[in-house]
């Protein structure tokens, strides 16, 4: 049996166990933005219709959650300005804080995977050394180093966050536009051959003028809307035809809409079990316990009665929920306050206050945690692999709470892996053109898509090991050995002129403070011991006084005529080339560790996340083979 029988066997066995435990339950992928990796999520919806024909498939933008802020005072230098928003890497310097997630995309191999400066210690790499010497300065060689390869991130200048459904796509238009510029255009220029390149191009100034032509005749419609509606358009390329009625679209200010109507809905039921009485203490201490250890601050922080729920008003914002006997309280931008006739123990009860002061069209939401819980009730969470850094917490936060007899009722996830880089493959031979790091890891500039998928893991076995072995060396000479090794020539006559730097120094310099150092290690010798006698005999003190002192001038003569020799202009000029020497070989290790480090961490997270308009780049057949060997797996959430 070919591989991917056995992956669509395996997958078919997994969607037949959910049929068991969750039999009535939709799917829903969620995620901020179409340019990513949700709507690689498509891939089940083969083995869905064989397996489950009628259970909905829906994709969701998730458009409650904040719009990207940079934490900073000051924007990089080579920051794109568009209006209030700004186009930037990511990087452990001057983007340290940045936080992206609607407004974010990725060319052909590129992801937002940073080489730390920690990463960098960790693999004896001496960083301020090599920026010390650099003459662009210290904050600009860090940022270049640790930047974040084929990344770029849309942030907004606006001091106050805006939640993604309020961002105006008319607003954002032109830096938009940019970004698609960086992901779409950046990857088609990385197609070697000119007629892979023409057709990328084309489809690419294709969904750029589409953007363009929403934002113009639709002058009132947000980010979010723009996403919902070019969704299906995205899918249904995916897909190569018309999508099922099964699948089908939404978005979280839809799906989480609060008043008295939809207050009943199982969705809802996790909020229910924070407000009742019986329970609320409980819920609060296991939400709190899953946050120990992480940056997410605790209810206490928010203020008294805070829940791990906020609510988003229109017009005023978004804001976490103050619930007290005696008031109601909103922390958005402006608190909002409603003083209570008696106290809220009940969902229905909150929706009741929210709409008699609100209206029926505020969305109530999970924060980092409860978000899961509170949609798992009623939907099938589809993740991919390494999706969602808060699921470890959210699961343990359920864990307590059972254990601590709070009744939970959660479906399962469904968690899908994708072989990416290995179906490649499949897709007609298009010749790459590598980035520098990968194409230094291959050993080539420009290599085939279907030898690439071949030998990418070996590629990733080979750079892992390069760095432990690279990690330990701290030997300037045993640094300038491994380069001599991997990158021939060059290093071998730069390791040959710092043996013979250093053994001219030895010949002459060398051999000097060598002598000045035994002398002064000899007199150093004398005086200790003719110390030590004055401690055992005080009365000798006159006796021994003047040679102390004697002494005490021979050294200090000595030391001024070691530093004379180690200063003189030939020995100055010897050590200032092997200084040199041994920076450039620190630089060119950080940049093995930098293309190394990019290479096995970003294969494997674009293997597990792809970007699904790569396929539409460059081969949908890539695609399909995707979904043919797709697997999948359930997890418990309780």
Same mark, same amino acid.
Not at 151 to 164: H, K, N, Q
Not at 232 to 258: D, K, N, W
Not at 294 to 322: C, K, M, N, Q
């Given at each position: 049996?070919?591989?991917?029988?056995n992956c669509?066997?395996?997958?078919?066995n997994?969607?037949?166990?959910?049929?068991?435990?969750a039999?009535?339950?939709?799917?829903?992928?969620?995620g901020?933005?179409?340019?990513?990796?949700?709507?690689?999520?498509?891939a089940?919806l083969?083995?869905?219709r064989?397996?489950?024909?009628?259970?909905?498939?829906?994709?969701?933008?998730?458009d409650?959650?904040?719009?990207?802020?940079?934490?900073?005072?000051?924007?990089?230098r080579?920051?794109?300005?568009?209006?209030?928003?700004?186009?930037?890497?990511?990087?452990?310097?001057?983007?340290r804080?940045?936080?992206?997630?609607a407004?974010?995309?990725?060319?052909?191999?590129?992801?937002?995977?940073?080489?730390?400066?920690?990463?960098f210690?960790q693999?004896g790499g001496?960083?301020?050394r090599?920026?010390?010497?650099?003459?662009?300065?210290?904050?600009?060689?860090?940022?270049?180093l640790t930047?974040?390869?084929?990344?770029?991130?849309?942030v907004s200048?606006?001091?106050?966050p805006?939640?993604?459904?309020?961002?105006?796509l008319?607003?954002?238009?032109?830096?938009l536009?940019?970004?698609?510029?960086?992901?779409?255009d950046g990857?088609?220029?990385?197609?070697?051959?000119?007629?892979?390149?023409?057709?990328?191009?084309?489809w690419?100034w294709?969904?750029?003028?589409?953007?363009?032509q929403?934002?113009e005749?639709?002058?009132?419609?947000?980010?979010?809307?723009?996403?919902?509606?070019?969704?299906?358009?995205?899918?249904?390329a995916?897909?190569?035809?018309?999508?099922?009625e099964?699948?089908?679209?939404?978005?979280?200010?839809?799906?989480?809409r609060?008043?008295?109507?939809?207050?009943?809905?199982?969705?809802f039921?996790?909020?229910?079990?924070?407000?009742?009485?019986?329970?609320?203490?409980?819920?609060?201490?296991?939400?709190?316990a899953?946050?120990?250890g992480?940056?997410?601050?605790?209810?206490?922080?928010f203020?008294?009665?805070?829940?791990?729920?906020?609510?988003?008003?229109?017009g005023?914002?978004?804001?976490?929920?103050?619930?007290?006997?005696?008031y109601?309280?909103v922390?958005t931008r402006?608190?909002?306050?409603? %003083? *209570? @006739?008696? /106290?809220?123990? !009940?969902v229905l009860?909150? &929706?009741?206050? $929210?709409?008699?002061?609100?209206?029926?069209?505020?969305?109530?939401?999970?924060?980092?945690?409860t978000?899961?819980?509170?949609?798992?009730?009623?939907f099938?969470?589809?993740?991919?692999?390494?999706?969602?850094p808060?699921?470890?917490?959210?699961?343990?936060?359920?864990?307590?709470?059972?254990?601590?007899?709070?009744?939970?009722r959660?479906?399962?996830?469904? %968690? *899908? @892996?994708? /072989?990416?880089w !290995?179906a490649l493959?499949? &897709?007609?031979? $298009?010749?790459l053109?590598?980035?520098?790091?990968?194409?230094?890891s291959?050993?080539e500039?420009?290599?085939?898509?279907?030898a690439?998928?071949?030998?990418?893991?070996?590629?990733?076995?080979?750079?892992?090991?390069?760095?432990?072995?690279?990690?330990?060396?701290?030997?300037?000479?045993?640094l300038?050995?491994?380069?001599?090794?991997?990158?021939?020539?060059?290093?071998e006559?730069?390791?040959?002129?710092?043996?013979?730097l250093? &053994?001219?120094?030895?010949e002459?310099v060398?051999?000097?403070?060598?002598?000045?150092r035994?002398?002064?290690?000899?007199?150093?010798?004398?005086r200790?011991?003719?110390?030590?006698?004055l401690?055992?005999?005080?009365?000798?003190?006159?006796?021994?006084?003047?040679?102390?002192?004697?002494?005490?001038a021979?050294?200090?003569?000595?030391?001024?005529?070691?530093?004379?020799?180690?200063?003189?202009p030939?020995?100055?000029?010897?050590?200032a080339?092997?200084?040199?020497?041994?920076?450039?070989?620190?630089?060119?290790?950080?940049?093995?560790?930098?293309?190394?480090?990019?290479?096995?961490e970003?294969?494997?997270?674009?293997?597990?996340?792809?970007?699904a308009?790569?396929m539409?780049?460059?081969?949908?057949?890539?695609?399909?083979?995707?979904?043919?060997?797709?697997?999948?797996?359930?997890?418990?959430?309780s």
């Amino acid at each position: 049996m070919k591989t991917h029988e056995n992956c669509r066997a395996q997958f078919i066995n997994v969607l037949e166990e959910l049929k068991r435990t969750a039999p009535d339950a939709p799917l829903l992928a969620l995620g901020q933005t179409i340019f990513w990796d949700e709507p690689m999520k498509l891939a089940l919806l083969g083995a869905l219709r064989e397996v489950d024909p009628n259970r909905s498939l829906l994709f969701g933008v998730h458009d409650t959650d904040y719009f990207a802020r940079l934490h900073a005072r000051l924007l990089p230098r080579d920051a794109l300005v568009f209006d209030g928003y700004a186009l930037l890497p990511h990087n452990d310097g001057t983007t340290r804080t940045l936080w992206s997630a609607a407004g974010e995309i990725a060319q052909l191999f590129g992801s937002e995977t940073v080489p730390t400066l920690k990463m960098f210690a960790q693999s004896g790499g001496n960083v301020e050394r090599v920026a010390r010497s650099c003459g662009e300065g210290r904050q600009a060689f860090v940022d270049t180093l640790t930047e974040a390869w084929g990344w770029r991130g849309l942030v907004s200048r606006d001091p106050a966050p805006r939640p993604v459904y309020e961002v105006s796509l008319r607003e954002i238009a032109s830096a938009l536009d940019a970004l698609l510029e960086f992901g779409l255009d950046g990857t088609s220029a990385l197609l070697d051959d000119a007629e892979s390149r023409a057709r990328a191009c084309d489809w690419a100034w294709r969904i750029r003028q589409r953007v363009q032509q929403i934002a113009e005749s639709q002058p009132d419609a947000s980010l979010a809307d723009l996403y919902v509606q070019l969704y299906p358009e995205l899918l249904s390329a995916l897909y190569g035809s018309a999508l099922p009625e099964i699948v089908r679209f939404t978005r979280t200010t839809e799906l989480l809409r609060f008043n008295t109507r939809t207050a009943h809905l199982p969705r809802f039921e996790f909020v229910n079990t924070f407000l009742n009485p019986d329970y609320r203490r409980t819920c609060e201490d296991a939400y709190n316990a899953a946050l120990e250890g992480s940056p997410i601050y605790p209810l206490s922080e928010f203020g008294e009665g805070a829940l791990p729920f906020d609510l988003l008003v229109p017009g005023l914002g978004r804001g976490t929920l103050l619930l007290t006997n005696r008031y109601l309280c909103v922390l958005t931008r402006d608190p909002q306050i409603v %003083r *209570l @006739s008696e /106290p809220i123990t !009940d969902v229905l009860g909150l &929706a009741q206050v $929210v709409e008699s002061h609100w209206g029926n069209t505020c969305t109530l939401v999970g924060k980092a945690l409860t978000l899961i819980t509170m949609l798992a009730r009623e939907f099938v969470f589809v993740f991919n692999e390494r999706g969602s850094p808060y699921l470890m917490r959210t699961v343990q936060m359920n864990q307590n709470l059972c254990a601590a007899g709070v009744p939970l009722r959660v479906n399962p996830l469904l %968690r *899908l @892996s994708y /072989p990416t880089w !290995d179906a490649l493959e499949a &897709a007609e031979c $298009v010749s790459l053109r590598l980035p520098e790091h990968l194409a230094c890891s291959f050993g080539e500039p420009i290599v085939c898509s279907d030898a690439f998928a071949k030998h990418w893991r070996q590629v990733v076995d080979g750079q892992r090991r390069l760095r432990e072995q690279i990690s330990p060396i701290r030997s300037p000479r045993a640094l300038m050995q491994l380069l001599a090794e991997r990158e021939g020539a060059e290093w071998e006559t730069r390791l040959q002129e710092y043996e013979s730097l250093h &053994a001219r120094l030895t010949e002459t310099v060398g051999y000097w403070a060598e002598l000045l150092r035994q002398q002064t290690h000899a007199l150093h010798t004398e005086r200790r011991a003719l110390i030590a006698e004055l401690q055992k005999n005080p009365k000798r003190f006159n006796e021994l006084a003047p040679r102390l002192r004697e002494l005490k001038a021979r050294i200090k003569r000595l030391n001024a005529e070691r530093l004379r020799v180690a200063n003189a202009p030939e020995a100055k000029g010897l050590h200032a080339r092997a200084d040199e020497l041994e920076c450039q070989a620190e630089r060119a290790r950080l940049m093995l560790v930098r293309y190394a480090f990019l290479t096995t961490e970003g294969l494997l997270q674009t293997h597990a996340r792809p970007a699904a308009w790569w396929m539409l780049l460059l081969s949908r057949r890539w695609f399909d083979a995707c979904a043919e060997g797709t697997r999948a797996q359930i997890e418990s959430l309780s």
